[in-house]
């Protein structure tokens, strides 16, 4: 286990990042997931206009180190803010700049790494980690100076990748030991311990913490997700101009055809409206993964994690009871 894995994992009652998202993360789930014991994040770009980005972080390191004073037994999980480093982003270096003022724990990048970034973050000891689709971005982002990655593999919400996890993982593993987490259509206690067997440092958990109480999402979002599965999934760039997994139920509302969807032109990448269409995401077009039919009811953060974690722990006696019996049978 690499130091950095282990100092976060010392701090974290279950190896479970949750991943940014965009609208929904707000302090008030960020620091919900980090007082339940796992990496809470939020997008910087959530926080609007930019100079409430100061406030937002403020609020959230003084609320946790309150938490730690009074849970010395328990304490708070670091947190991480997301920063899209695409240059449509004209408050990158304004944003930076606020996660160093505040001494950000873990900085998560996105669509574009840059090492002064990653200096800025390494400067007061920060962590970085940079999310990625394939193993070619992943050694870009690592020689640019990240810390960590990321693997985003098929069927994860949101902007995801299309190539399996176990090959993903694979080929990441072949050549990297630093730390790194698995996103795609992880939504179960038990998901999250397939991540770690097939080498991930961490499960990468989106889409179930949009359907908890905390989060920032409509009424009618968080229901659908309880009443979806992964056959509701779409794949789609019309809406950003990247690639990304859509709820079917919101495209059809819009009144769009899931089935025949024109493809965008990537030059047209809008992260704030989706402006590619009229419908915009994610205000009526919702990301999600393709691991929601695990999620049957809005749940409050707390609640979600004790699930994950009672779910992990059965899924590891099934495993080690299983190999225990496998110990006892004669090689073939």
């Given at each position: 286990?690499?130091?950095?894995?282990?100092?976060?994992?010392?701090?974290?009652?279950?190896?479970?990042?949750?991943?940014?998202?965009?609208?929904?993360?707000?302090?008030?789930?960020?620091?919900?997931?980090?007082?339940?014991?796992?990496?809470?994040?939020?997008?910087?770009?959530?926080?609007?206009?930019?100079?409430?980005?100061?406030?937002?972080?403020?609020?959230?390191?003084?609320?946790?180190?309150?938490?730690?004073?009074?849970?010395?037994d328990?304490?708070?999980?670091?947190?991480?803010?997301?920063?899209?480093?695409?240059?449509?982003?004209?408050?990158?270096?304004?944003?930076?700049?606020?996660?160093?003022k505040?001494?950000?724990?873990?900085?998560?990048?996105?669509?574009?790494?840059?090492?002064?970034?990653?200096?800025?973050?390494?400067?007061?000891?920060?962590?970085?980690?940079?999310?990625?689709?394939?193993?070619?971005?992943?050694?870009?982002?690592?020689?640019?100076?990240?810390?960590?990655?990321?693997?985003?593999a098929?069927g994860?919400?949101?902007h995801?990748?299309?190539?399996?996890?176990?090959?993903?993982?694979?080929?990441?593993?072949?050549?990297?030991?630093?730390?790194?987490?698995?996103?795609?259509?992880?939504?179960?206690?038990?998901?999250?311990?397939?991540?770690?067997?097939?080498?991930?440092?961490?499960?990468?958990?989106?889409?179930?913490?949009?359907?908890?109480?905390?989060?920032n999402?409509?009424?009618?979002?968080?229901?659908?997700?309880?009443?979806?599965?992964?056959?509701?999934?779409?794949?789609?760039?019309?809406?950003?101009?990247?690639?990304?997994?859509?709820?079917?139920?919101?495209?059809?509302?819009?009144?769009?055809?899931?089935?025949?969807?024109?493809?965008?032109?990537?030059?047209?990448?809008?992260?704030?409206?989706?402006?590619?269409t009229?419908?915009?995401?994610?205000?009526?077009?919702?990301?999600?993964?393709q691991?929601?039919?695990?999620?049957?009811?809005?749940?409050?953060?707390?609640?979600?994690?004790?699930?994950?974690?009672?779910?992990?722990?059965?899924?590891?006696?099934?495993?080690?009871?299983?190999?225990?019996?496998?110990?006892?049978?004669?090689?073939?």
């Amino acid at each position: 286990m690499s130091p950095i894995v282990a100092k976060l994992k010392s701090r974290m009652s279950m190896p479970v990042i949750a991943s940014p998202l965009f609208i929904i993360s707000t302090p008030d789930l960020v620091i919900a997931q980090c007082k339940a014991g796992i990496i809470g994040s939020f997008p910087a770009l959530n926080a609007r206009p930019a100079t409430l980005l100061d406030e937002w972080l403020h609020r959230i390191t003084e609320e946790l180190a309150a938490w730690d004073r009074d849970h010395p037994d328990h304490p708070s999980a670091p947190f991480a803010v997301n920063q899209i480093v695409h240059r449509s982003n004209d408050r990158l270096d304004h944003d930076v700049e606020m996660c160093v003022k505040h001494k950000v724990p873990v900085v998560i990048t996105s669509l574009g790494a840059r090492p002064d970034l990653n200096d800025a973050i390494h400067s007061y000891g920060g962590v970085t980690l940079h999310d990625v689709i394939n193993a070619t971005f992943s050694r870009k982002a690592i020689e640019k100076g990240a810390d960590g990655l990321i693997a985003v593999a098929a069927g994860a919400g949101g902007h995801a990748g299309t190539i399996s996890p176990l090959a993903l993982i694979q080929e990441i593993r072949e050549w990297f030991d630093g730390p790194l987490a698995l996103s795609g259509a992880i939504a179960s206690g038990s998901a999250v311990l397939a991540a770690e067997a097939m080498g991930a440092d961490f499960g990468y958990i989106g889409s179930a913490f949009i359907a908890t109480k905390e989060a920032n999402a409509a009424a009618g979002y968080k229901e659908m997700i309880t009443e979806s599965a992964a056959d509701d999934i779409v794949y789609s760039n019309l809406f950003t101009g990247v690639h990304g997994n859509y709820l079917r139920p919101s495209i059809v509302r819009a009144g769009l055809d899931p089935e025949n969807l024109p493809v965008s032109d990537p030059s047209a990448m809008n992260f704030g409206s989706g402006g590619n269409t009229d419908a915009k995401a994610w205000k009526d077009i919702w990301g999600c993964g393709q691991g929601i039919g695990a999620i049957k009811d809005v749940l409050s953060v707390g609640e979600l994690v004790a699930r994950f974690q009672h779910e992990y722990a059965d899924a590891l006696a099934r495993v080690n009871t299983n190999a225990i019996c496998r110990m006892g049978r004669p090689l073939a």
